[in-house]
């Protein structure tokens, strides 16, 4: 089954040259087959004209905590009313996940993944982390692995309470590391005050590393500290947060390929102050924007929302946020098949009830998503019925 797409005013391909315009692209199957001028495309099964809308990437949102269960509201609203934000706060998600059912899990999952779907987001990454026992994170990770493109093992997210810090990273890197491996790609740490420190950061990588486990880190959420360094001296695809960066870090990650994730979302829900996204790409880092989507510290799954709030508070321009929430993501989740539109990459497509990729930060909070495409397939994005 092939589709045209054609009547585009603003094409977003984030290839060389720019933004095409009065373009028209070509799905056939699970892939693109062309792209070009509207006059100049092909006969296909299908014709969908978008009458002089903007098309562009379906967002990659390479970082979300969406295993879990329970409410984070009264602490939400502690922090607006000036309680400082910590690390310790995850330990309530941690209790809530483990006594739901594999199938409320599972259903939580799903929710949150249509959402995002609605919204634009075709790639979507999710982490363990709220198990922190042998049998959770083991589950957590079976559950991911059912619906989310990219998982993540996050044992290493804090020690669980009474708990041991060193007993616990054993068990992370040993028998916790074995029982998740068949359902993960990645392993990432939570590096910080609150959670794991240089050396038991240091320890988790490797090992993760050692069973052939692609890396993450989280990293200078809360200070300057080793995160960033760590990431970059053991290849991390990615080390996400970086909200408080020193000369030396923004040198370390504009000199490496390490993808620098920046979390908007996160950033202002914790009132944070927001992540220097200037200073990255002007040093020549590469920037990805992510939800960060979770319970306690971003409970959002909009990458529109993270895309105008960089624009608008982060000083970047409308085409580095969009292509942070694109084809950065992709290049954090070490992906070549998504982040962008061209012929051979998959046919993930989204369409803004707009003229052009401006309108996401000039009309903030509007929700513009008109259509999605993903692997080809069109996707509702209309809220289900109640009832």
């Given amino acids: 089954m092939s589709t045209l797409i054609t009547g585009i005013a603003e094409l977003t391909t984030n290839e ?48 979300t905590h969406l295993v879990f269960a329970g409410d984070r509201t009264a602490e939400f609203e502690a922090r607006m009313a000036g309680e400082a934000y910590s690390a310790g ?7 809530a996940t483990r006594a739901a059912t594999d199938e409320a ?12 779907l609605r919204q634009g987001t075709t790639c979507l990454e999710t982490k363990t982390g709220y198990g922190l026992s042998v049998a959770d994170e083991q589950r957590s990770a079976r559950i991911a692995a059912g619906t989310a493109e990219e998982v993540t093992f996050l044992g290493a997210h804090l020690v ?5 810090a060193e007993s616990y990273v054993d068990l992370v890197c040993g028998e916790m590391l074995d029982a998740v491996a068949p359902y993960v790609r990645w392993a990432d740490v939570f590096c910080e005050t609150g959670a794991f420190d240089e050396e038991q950061t240091g320890r988790v990588l490797s090992a993760a590393a050692a069973r052939g486990l692609g890396l993450r880190v989280h990293g200078n959420q809360l ?21 408080y960066l020193s000369g030396a870090d923004v040198e370390a990650l504009a000199s490496s390929d390490t993808v620098a994730t920046l979390l908007p979302a996160c950033d202002l829900s914790t009132r944070q102050a927001l992540a220097p996204a200037r200073r990255l790409l002007d040093a020549g880092a590469t920037v990805a924007l992510a939800s960060n989507a979770n319970p306690g510290s971003s409970y959002t799954t909009s990458m529109g929302f993270c895309v105008s709030t960089a624009v608008l508070q982060m000083r970047m321009t409308v085409a580095e946020a969009v292509y942070a929430a694109t084809a950065g993501g992709a290049r954090a989740l070490r992906r070549q098949d998504v982040g962008r ?32 495409w993903r692997r080809g397939e069109r996707m509702r994005t209309e809220r289900p019925p109640l009832g």
């Fill in 16 to 63: 060389p040259g720019g933004p095409l315009r009065d373009a028209a692209v070509v799905l056939d199957g699970d892939r693109i087959a062309w792209v070009g001028a509207s006059a100049d495309g092909p006969v296909a099964d299908e014709r969908v004209d978008v009458a002089g809308r903007a098309v562009l990437p379906g967002w990659v949102d390479s970082h």
């Fill in 89 to 95: 706060g995850i330990a309530v998600t941690v209790d």
């Fill in 105 to 116: 899990l599972a259903a939580n999952l799903l929710r949150h993944t249509e959402e995002a």
């Fill in 160 to 164: 669980p309470p009474g708990a041991d």
């Fill in 223 to 243: 200070g300057e500290g080793p995160g960033v360094r760590l990431a970059v001296e053991h290849g991390a695809a990615s080390v996400d947060h970086c909200t």
């Fill in 341 to 372: 539109i061209r012929v051979g990459a998959r046919a993930d497509v989204q369409v803004l009830d707009a003229p052009s990729v401006t309108h996401l930060a000039y009309r903030p909070g509007v929700p513009l998503t008109a259509a999605v």
